[in-house]
Each structure stands twice: as structure tokens, then as C-alpha cells.
């Protein structure tokens, strides 16, 4: 059983965050979910997730979003954006890897550049300092000379740039083939399986 942090951030791209959830919800991994203000407004546009700061309610409505019951809170925390104090925000808690899904421009500049302003962005420099896995799932297009630099930093950083831009090889016919196939390879650069993987078979 493996430990990882889930960080959703305010750019577009929900219905990654959600897929990614969805099959580590239905494993023995602990997950730590922290979901920023940005991020929780992005979900209820994307995602029509109602998030109002109530434990209760928010861990009743996460569990609709994701048609799985996470209230199991031993094996699922859900941490406030602010509150640095929480156990993820230091290195000396373990865990085995996080990811950023969906990684704002934003977000990405703050964790290539040290400032981290929340605990998503505390626990992203804490992973890297700690030369754990880091995975960016950016979602900005077209990119600015700012966005390419603040990629090559948290990639010199340690890092990995995981863009949500999927392939077509699998011949998709629905938007949850497109969303499973970018899923598929951050649980799998995460360490957390491939049970989404789409594999290249050669032709």
C-alpha cells in the first residue's frame, strides 16, 4: 500500500482529477486530496460538484462525484488549501508520490519557482525536495515563453511535465476515452498501476 497526494488546482481539466480519484478510491492506496479555492470552482463548472466547506457535506457530495464511497477517512483525507500546519506539508510524513491534476499556469509558476502560497503548492515542494515523484498534469494552451521556462524549472526540479494532451491511436469514440487515456499515464508515472494505460502495440 502506497501513499499519495492529489492536488487539484483552478485550470481546466476536472474530469482528469475525477478519473484519477475514481480508480485510487477503489484501491488500498492512502490518498490525501487538497482542492484549492480555484480548484473547487473549476469543479463545480466542470464537474457540477458543490463544494461548501461542510465536512460532512462535502465528503457525501465528493463521494456522488466520484461514485464511490470515500468515507473511509482513514484511508482518504481531505485537507483545506490553508491549512500548512497539516502533516503532507512537512517532509518528515511520508508519502510515495503526488500529482497536480489539473496544474494551473499559476500553480506551476509557484512550485517551479519555491513560492509556495497554500498546501498544495507546500506539499508539491516538500515532494520535490524530498526527490519524490512529482507530476504536473498542465493544462494551458497555447503556451507563453513564462509557462515553457516555469516547466523546464520544476523539470530541472525534479519534476514531471504531464500534459493533458491526449492521443488518438486508440481510436477514442467518447470524451471518457480521452480523459482515461491521459488518466492512465499519470497513475502510471504516479506508481499507482495501469490499469488505464493505453499501450502502443505496434502496427
Given amino acids: 500500500m502506497s ?47 458543490n463544494l461548501t466547506g461542510d465536512v460532512e457535506a462535502d465528503f457525501a457530495e465528493m463521494s456522488r462525484w466520484l461514485d464511490h464511497d470515500i468515507t473511509d477517512r482513514p484511508r482518504f483525507t481531505w485537507h483545506h488549501s490553508k491549512n500548512v500546519g497539516a502533516d503532507i506539508a512537512s517532509g518528515s510524513c511520508h508519502v510515495d508520490g503526488m500529482v497536480v491534476v489539473p496544474c494551473s499556469g499559476g500553480t506551476l509558476a509557484r512550485i517551479a519557482n519555491g513560492m509556495s502560497q497554500n498546501l498544495l503548492e507546500r506539499a508539491a515542494d516538500v515532494t520535490l525536495k524530498e526527490r519524490r515523484r512529482l507530476i504536473l498534469v498542465t493544462r494551458e494552451t497555447p503556451l507563453s515563453l513564462v509557462h515553457l521556462r516555469n516547466m523546464v524549472a520544476a523539470t530541472e526540479a525534479g519534476a ?15 470524451i471518457d476515452d480521452l480523459v482515461d487515456m491521459i488518466a492512465g499515464r499519470i497513475l502510471h508515472h504516479l506508481g499507482a498501476g495501469d490499469e488505464l494505460l493505453q499501450v502502443w502495440r505496434g502496427r
Fill in 3 to 49: 501513499r499519495f497526494i492529489i492536488g487539484v488546482s483552478g485550470a481546466s481539466g476536472a474530469p482528469y482529477a475525477r478519473r484519477v480519484l475514481q480508480v485510487l478510491a477503489g484501491t488500498d492506496h492512502e490518498l490525501d486530496l487538497v482542492v484549492t479555492d480555484s480548484g473547487a470552482k473549476v469543479l463545480g463548472v466542470e464537474e457540477g460538484v
Fill in 160 to 174: 514531471t511535465i504531464l500534459p493533458a494532451s491526449p492521443g488518438f491511436y486508440h481510436n477514442p469514440t467518447e
